[in-house]
């Protein structure tokens, strides 16, 4: 390998979240003697794949959803989910009767999350 093709054998990544993760491994796999340090904010790692105590029962605060299933693209992780029979159901985020959200102390946010869902769907109409 020419010297202008060589890859940093020391390497630091920011964030420890999927992405992140997936990096740093991929990488590993071409340069195993390779030194990564992967920095990251939270107490936990996995980006927004965390879950967390909430009266009792323990609640997915994020990566909970597939978005795009019904787009016209193949989404790869509905692909994959669909094949490891993953249970769920179609969702439209922007009906009420189908949406709750709560902050982290449990107050209802659901009017406030819709209406900036249509704000955004506005601002961005195709």
């Given amino acids: 390998m020419s010297e202008e ?4 054998q020391r390497l630091i990544v920011v964030g420890a979240g999927i992405a992140g993760i997936k990096f740093a491994h991929r990488y590993l796999e071409g340069q195993p003697n390779a030194d990564i340090l992967i920095l990251e904010a939270q107490s936990c790692i996995g980006g927004r794949i965390c879950s967390s105590e909430f009266e009792g029962y323990t609640v997915e605060m994020g990566a909970n959803w597939i978005s795009g299933k019904e787009d016209s693209f193949d989404n790869p992780v509905w692909k994959m989910a669909q094949n490891v029979d993953l ?16 902050t982290e102390n449990g107050k ?13 769907n506005q601002c961005h109409a195709r």
Avoid: I, M, W
């Fill in 5 to 8: 093709c060589k890859l940093p």
């Fill in 108 to 120: 209802d946010v659901t009017q406030e999350y819709l209406a900036s869902v249509e704000k955004f």
């Fill in 87 to 102: 249970q769920g159901h179609s969702v439209d985020r922007n009906e009420e009767s189908t949406v709750l959200v709560l």
